[in-house]
């Protein structure tokens, strides 16, 4: 049946909408957006995720976990809003919590890209570059047109003495995105320059 004119669209679609909204920085929107959700659906873990995201964007990270947390107390199995958590919570110092927090989104297992980073991310601030990797190569893997997760794996990898990998992954980086400095920057450090074999060029670029 087709949906009329003047009906609400589906929650999905409207979170979906916000999510765009929040990638593009139009916050304002974006807000709009998961207060109508709210509206209709008190309890929507997607808007409260949303909203803490949008929260911690600006600077107010402890709100921000007021807000994923009302996400949880919704869908204790949403990992997204457990991600973004263990996130804040490490800026906020939170280390032992983080780790905590990171680890149940991670037994949950997402196939989002951008959750998948971001609990490299939690591990990597927390010291755990070891756990961080596979979580980095998934991200890497689900989108290999992100070049921010190319960097991210070849950054854990260099701190776990993965060398090799680590110059490749700053290679897929810097292919798709050439003015990367800090996978150029990473793959000098790792790279022996002599007169005859290195990275002035690209440097100087």
Not at 49 to 70: S, V
Not at 129 to 138: G, I, K, L, N
Not at 183 to 203: E, F, M
């Amino acid at each position: 049946m087709n949906r009329s004119a003047g009906a609400t669209p589906p929650e999905s679609d409207l979170l979906a909408k916000a999510a765009q909204h929040l990638t593009h920085r139009d916050y304002r929107a974006a807000h709009a957006l998961c207060m109508e959700v709210l509206k209709a659906n008190p309890s929507s873990a997607g808007a409260f995720h949303l909203l803490g995201i949008l929260t911690a964007d600006h600077g107010n990270h402890a709100k921000a976990l007021e807000l994923f947390d009302r996400a949880i107390a919704a869908d204790p199995r949403h990992a997204p809003a457990l991600a973004w958590k263990a996130r804040s919570q490490m800026v906020l110092m939170d280390r032992a919590g983080a780790v905590e927090t990171a680890e149940t989104a991670a037994g949950i297992g997402s196939s989002d890209p951008l959750v998948l980073d971001t609990l490299g991310v939690v591990f990597s601030r927390a010291g755990l570059h070891e756990r961080a990797v596979p979580f980095y190569e998934a991200a890497a893997a689900a989108d290999p047109g992100e070049a921010n997760y190319h960097y991210n794996l070849g950054a854990a990898l260099q701190f776990v003495g993965r060398m090799d990998e680590a110059r490749a992954a700053y290679e897929a980086c810097l292919a798709l995105a050439p003015s990367d400095t800090r996978a150029l920057s990473g793959i000098v450090q790792i790279t022996k320059q002599t007169a005859d074999a290195n990275d002035l060029a690209r440097l100087e670029a």
